[in-house]
């Protein structure tokens, strides 16, 4: 396989202005006629050849302007149709025959659970028809729809349904048009014996919009979360955006099968189940929530994503950047707004810290790629949006909101480029934002050393900011960047934020500070007493900060910063400095001793309590092994977990009864609903439960086995299974699983739940147990759902049994890629990650990682799976 350059990009040498289709949904003989209006690209040189991208296609017949082509006019190979001659303007008409049956890659058309659905972008409409698959050539549809009428009675696709009727031998169709024009990545088919429920929404310009979430008939019940989210989207994209809806219909359809979250198809949503479908009975408070972020996340795609789209796929970020800023601002207004970003945080500085430090390293926009599909990553999604925030925090949110209005305005109905959005905000704001680009080039996470200095006799502070990006793959030099520092000075006596004076600038208690330097020195004057400083307040950048805080002063800024995420952020910094000296003791086989700072500081936080208690519960939570790991230079999975249980041990012990007193405060009986509130308070119930049971206190286990036989709602039904399966208790798990798996057997969501909680569990056995449930009727390898469920958290979150010292573990993820290999290759590239970081643990598992990664590379490989497996062993 070979790359693909951005600066190889040229406009394609024909457009399409309209496509009409035609699908007969035959099993085992599907046949899609496509007529395209075609015409050349001004931009481009008469008398090009027409190419078109087709895999897997069998051509039946071919035309141009109604008249077929003979052999030698045209030519097929493996990834495409070319036609030798073809007129300025013309159409072409082509009849192909497909094989959904056959297709576990889930791209293209295929089938799940008897019901054909579609999944095109990045280049799925390639395995669908003859065309130019590249989102630039944006055109208008018609789409029919044939299938039988018993076994098909739902027939959808994009637009407005505009035409149905019977037709001989059982079967029916429906016509739809899209009046948008739209790149092909977009296009969406639907054909399954389906149920709708359906609700409307007003626009604020008085139009109404019909909308339908389609369901298998047994979830019907499932969908009032996502309809609600939908709506509470559509109002919030209007209220902040102005961004108003642009059909008569929206629809979402749910599948069991799916490679990712969702899709957000022009006016017809195609989504994982597990993203859409919730229930108190059957999802968590985190489910419920991720429903709604997707559902807003999807929703916002009409105008980020679809009315203005990518130019080409190294532009991804340009959509899923900016829609995913929207969907994090949509939370956070929706729920607790700093315990948003502290989630989001915490998961990018774990898992897109990771991955930019790996040999899969590459910018928020990349250079060069083999295969697209492996660049749906963290760093195009969450790192992209983190610059968008940054881009929000410099320009501020009012100017930043009259550069989105120009975006809109200026590049609707166009493919454009991430220069075309950021040239937007340099317009508006008139800010020159071309050091600011670096963040779109440059991979790596910059690393930011501080160091301050108070300076008594002038009433002075000076803090020095040096900056540095590490080296990644193919970028060995690196240029500094513009990063945006969010500050205060808390006085060490007063406890409050001092006021800033920067170099005669008033600048208030709070302020950004540019580094554009290296390294940059910033002098505070009238600094009237000693200062603790709180720096990257609200995580203002995506980059990696260091400041030689003592315990005291962290102690200190987690009992008095006013930036409630630089609070959260004192007391990780404080629990990872704990942690060091017992990995250390760990692996030196010391004896482990608490500080008694820690916990002091916890008894502190739980005394004084907290008005979110959903933040309090993130204060309460120790940062993840997976965390941890990021932070330390070699890699000890047996040291981190030790050190990791002894201070959740050592704070369950001395503080107990604080512990058990906030358990009992936040129990309700009210009924379930998922709300802040609520959420917040169970959150905080479920973390004391977790440290009495850290301990496996009497009272404690007695309580998290009544939790779980109550079975009020999910959320803590799965709390206590969690928590019974991951102790020392076998007979108290082993029937609550039984019970728990003999309940659930028919809802292939709750079994996924019940799959991953069982193979995190810490104990020796979870191997084992993997290969055990490989077996179970509920797990099958062509789900991408079970896949994550089974495999992926056994992989990466069970980390010292995936990091075995036998290298078991190792050699059953290569068994698996190379199985999915073969059935959806996407998913199994994703797969590999975890053993693409070999070059973060000791000698020996570098080897046996390298082993593995070595055997998949000797199969006959994907380009998926290729490009990942190269990297990793480049
Ligand atoms: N745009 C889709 C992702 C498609 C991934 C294809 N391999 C979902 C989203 O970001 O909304
Ligand atoms: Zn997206």
Known sequence: PKPTFLHDYRPPAYRVTHTELSFDLEPGATRVKASLHLERHPQREAGSPLMLDGEQLELKSIAIDGQPLDDDEYSLSETGLTVHRVPERFRLDTEVEIAPEENTALEGLYLSNGMYCTQCEAEGFRRITFYPDRPDVMATFSTTVIGDQARLPVLLSNGNPVERGELPNGKHFVTWEDPHPKPCYLF????????????????????????????????????????????????????????????????????????????????????????????????????????????????????????????????????????????????????????????????????????????????????????????????????????????????????????????????????????????????????????????????????????????????????????????????????????????????????????????????????????????????????????????????????????????????????????????????????????????????????????????????????????DKAVLAEMLTLPSEAYIAEQQPLVDVDAIHAARTFVKQSLAVTLRDEFMALFEANRSDEPYAPEPEQIGARSLKNVALSYLMAIEDEQGIELTQAQFDADHNMTDVRHALTLLTHSSRDELADPALRAFGEKWAHDPLVMDQWFSLQVTRPQADALDRVKFLMAHPAFSMKNPNNIRALIGAFANQNRVNFHRADGESYRLLADVVIELNRLNPEVAARLITPLTRWQRFDEARQGLMKGELERIRAERLSPNVYEVVEKALA
């Open 188 to 611: 969406a088919l639907v054909g399954g014996d389906l149920k709708k429920v359906e609700d409307r929404f007003t626009t604020m310009s008085g139009r109404e919009v019909a909308l339908q979430i389609w369901v298998e008939e047994e979830n019907l019940g499932k969908t009032g979360h996502a309809m609600a989210s939908l709506k509470r989207a559509m109002k919030w994209d209007e209220e902040t955006y102005g961004r108003e809806y642009d059909l008569d219909l929206f629809m979402i359809v749910a599948v069991n099968d799916f490679n990712m979250g969702a899709m957000e198809n022009k006016g017809l949503n195609i989504f994982n189940s597990a993203a859409v479908l919730t229930h108190p009975k059957t999802a968590t408070d985190v489910a419920f929530q991720r429903v709604e972020s997707i559902v807003a996340h999807e929703y916002f795609h009409n105008w980020s994503g679809n009315r203005v789209t990518c130019r080409d796929w190294f532009q991804l970020s340009l959509k899923e950047g900016f829609t995913v800023f929207r969907d994090q601002c949509f939370s956070a207004d929706a729920n607790s707004a700093p315990v948003k970003r502290i989630e989001d945080a915490s998961f990018f500085r774990t898992a897109q810290f990771a991955e930019d430090a790996g040999p899969t390293a590459h910018p928020v926009r990349p250079d060069h790629y083999i295969e697209i599909g492996n660049f749906y990553t963290l760093t195009i999604y969450e790192k992209g949006a983190e610059v968008v925030r940054m881009l929000c925090n410099l320009v501020g949110w009012e100017t930043f909101r009259r550069g989105s209005d120009l975006y809109f305005e200026r590049f609707d109905g166009q493919a454009v480029t991430i220069e075309d959005f950021v040239s937007c905000m340099a317009e508006v704001s008139g800010l020159d934002l071309s050091q600011f680009m670096r963040w779109y080039s440059q991979a790596g996470t910059p690393e930011i050393d501080a160091y301050g200095e108070y300076d008594y006799a002038n009433a002075e502070y000076h803090l020095t900011l040096r900056q540095r990006t590490p080296v990644t793959p193919g970028q060995a030099d690196k240029q500094p960047l513009h990063i945006p520092v969010r500050m205060g000075l808390v006085g060490t006596k007063s406890g409050r934020d001092l006021s800033l004076n920067l170099e005669g600038e008033d600048l208030g208690t709070a302020a950004v500070i540019h580094l554009r330097e290296a390294e940059q020195s910033f002098v505070f004057t009238d600094v009237s007493e000693a200062p603790v400083p709180s720096l990257l307040r609200g995580f203002s950048a995506p980059v990696q900060l260091r400041f030689p805080y003592s315990r005291e002063d962290l102690a200190f800024l987690l009992a008095n910063d006013s930036d409630g995420f630089n609070r959260w952020d004192a007391g990780q910094r404080l629990a990872m400095l704990a942690l060091d000296d017992l990995i250390a003791a760990h692996r030196n086989g010391v004896e482990k001793v608490m500080d008694p700072r820690i916990v002091e500081a916890f008894r502190a936080l739980l005394e004084r309590g907290s008005d």
